[in-house]
C-alpha cells in the first residue's frame, strides 16, 4: 500500500532530519525561560509552578507542557 505525500513535501525525500536546540534558566522561585531553536527560529518558552510548590503560578507548569505535547 503507497502512502501518500502530504502537500507541500517532496516525494523524492525519505529521510529528514529534525534539529532542536534547548536551554532554560532559572529567573526567580520556580519561574524558568526556556529557548528552544528550530532551523532559524527561536521560540521562547515560561513555566512556572503553583504556590503550593513555591511558585508564583505565572505561567503553566512544565507537566502541562509536556502533557500538551503529547496531545499533538
Known amino acids: 500500500m503507497e502512502h501518500a505525500v502530504p502537500p507541500g513535501l517532496d516525494p523524492n525525500v525519505t529521510q529528514r532530519e529534525i534539529v532542536i536546540e534547548a536551554d532554560a534558566e532559572t529567573l526567580e522561585k520556580m519561574r524558568k525561560e526556556g529557548h528552544a531553536k528550530v532551523r532559524d527560529n527561536v521560540f521562547t ?18 507537566l502541562a507542557y509536556f502533557c500538551t505535547a503529547l496531545a499533538f
Do not use: F, H, K
Not at 45 to 54: K, P, R, S, T
Open 45 to 62: 518558552i515560561y513555566c512556572d509552578e503553583g504556590a503550593n510548590l513555591g511558585g508564583d503560578d505565572s505561567a503553566p507548569p512544565p
